[in-house]
């Protein structure tokens, strides 16, 4: 079954940085396009990044665009998102997205905090 599992969430200051990771199984890793979604207390999930199966293209939610950066390493199947310059109202659940076999899968989530 697929199962995709987040790491690399935690307390940081506004301005600083933060890597996240999502590794990947149960399903062919480079066939599928890969997303992050981010809920924050009170307010919907939504899509911050989404990258295309062979990495060529991506997008990005607006309020994050020139700050954060969705890359995939399809030999490890990984998806990361590089997140900088992180303000308070990055604070939210972070979590990794595949469409698979006609259906949603999402990881548990992890926590990004931005405070100081």
């Known amino acids: 079954q697929v199962q995709l599992v987040e790491s690399g969430g935690g307390l940081v200051q506004p301005g600083g940085s933060l890597r996240l990771s999502c590794a990947a199984s149960g399903f062919t890793f480079s066939s599928h396009a890969m997303s992050w979604y981010r809920q924050a207390p009170g307010k919907e999930r939504e899509l911050v990044a989404v990258?295309?199966?062979?990495?060529?293209?991506?997008n990005y939610a607006d309020s994050v665009k020139g700050r954060f950066t969705i890359s995939r390493d399809n030999a490890k199947n990984t998806v990361y998102l590089q997140m900088n310059s992180l303000k308070p109202e990055d604070t939210a659940v972070y979590y990794c997205y595949a469409y698979v076999s006609r259906k949603r899968s999402w990881g548990q989530g992890t926590q990004v905090t931005v405070s100081s």
């Open positions: 990258v295309t199966s062979a990495g060529g293209s991506t």
